[in-house]
DNA sequence: CATGACGCTGAGAATCATTGTCAAATCCGC
DNA sequence: GCGGATTTGACAATGATTCTCAGCGTCATG
């Protein structure tokens, strides 16, 4: 069976700035808030917090146009989102007429183990042109 | 005014290699294409060709699930894709309704300067599980 | 509460796709 | 053919992410 991961300072941490957060930010970026309240956490110990939750379905993850992987906590259940370029400010949204689509698509094409990505970018009301 | 990009060898061959492949491939495949085929190419040259290539929109770019970036010629217009995982092999598909539907959503929540992506993922007919 | 096993942490090194550098080679209009 | 601007390519540099591994912290257990 699978163990089930320790309650630790760091991983606290992490979720809790998670939790603060808003929009997506970068594993450099939820470093740097860290560091900036005092409750310093590894750089590395951050990344790997990230891609458990990841895993483990707690947090959303996408990349931006820069290839740089972005996390939020986001609603249980499968949906995209409508992100700001510029400050991260988010906005989950649901398509299911996309989901069908998709699924249609790819069976007509004969393709299995099939997963999609759909994300809208922007500049939201609230951020300079 | 724009200068017109000139035509070299190194260019002719990078595109001779696009119109070949019928997937997307990555810039590092298409540089070991390139080797194997005698046409050597400098690996840099195949970079900025394939970064002219896409501003132009002569060709598409996507980024796998490792972050890669893979190119492939594709027809003109706004499109999606079916990709193989696997082999990279591609199917152009188009969703009006999807279109719509992200404008929309966009314009309810106040953003501008919108793109979306939106890319369909699976195992292709003739690749092994 | 003490103990031990084992997961977790973090500083730094390593990875790896991609981009920058710059002298030499190549285009292309004249 | 010339000459100046562009392009090339070997190599270094970048930068996000991952790896290493010795030391620490957690937690089930008695
Ligand atoms: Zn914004
Ligand atoms: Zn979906
Ligand atoms: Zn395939
Ligand atoms: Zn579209």
Redesign the interface.
Same mark, same amino acid.
């Given at each position: 069976m699978v163990e089930a991961p320790r309650n630790t300072r760091q991983r606290r941490a992490v979720v809790a700035i998670l939790e603060d957060l808003d929009g997506f930010a970068s594993a450099q970026e939820i470093h740097d808030i860290l560091k900036k309240r005092g409750e310093s956490v590894g750089l590395s110990t951050v990344y790997r917090s990230l891609q458990v939750l990841a895993e483990a379905a707690e947090v959303d993850a996408l990349?931006n146009d820069d =290839?740089e992987?972005l996390y939020r906590q986001c609603s249980a259940g499968h949906h995209h989102h !409508?992100v %700001?370029?510029s400050c991260g400010r988010t /906005?989950e /949204?649901e &398509?299911p @007429? /996309?989901e069908r689509?998709?699924d249609k +698509?790819?069976a007509e094409? =004969? #393709?299995?183990?099939?997963?999609? @990505? !759909?994300? +809208? #970018? &922007? @500049? %939201?009301?609230s951020c300079p042109?």
């Open positions: 990349r =290839g992987v !409508l %700001c370029r /906005v /949204v &398509g @007429t /996309v689509w998709a +698509i790819a094409n =004969g #393709f299995r183990d099939v997963a999609h @990505t !759909l994300e +809208i #970018f &922007g @500049t %939201c009301a042109s």
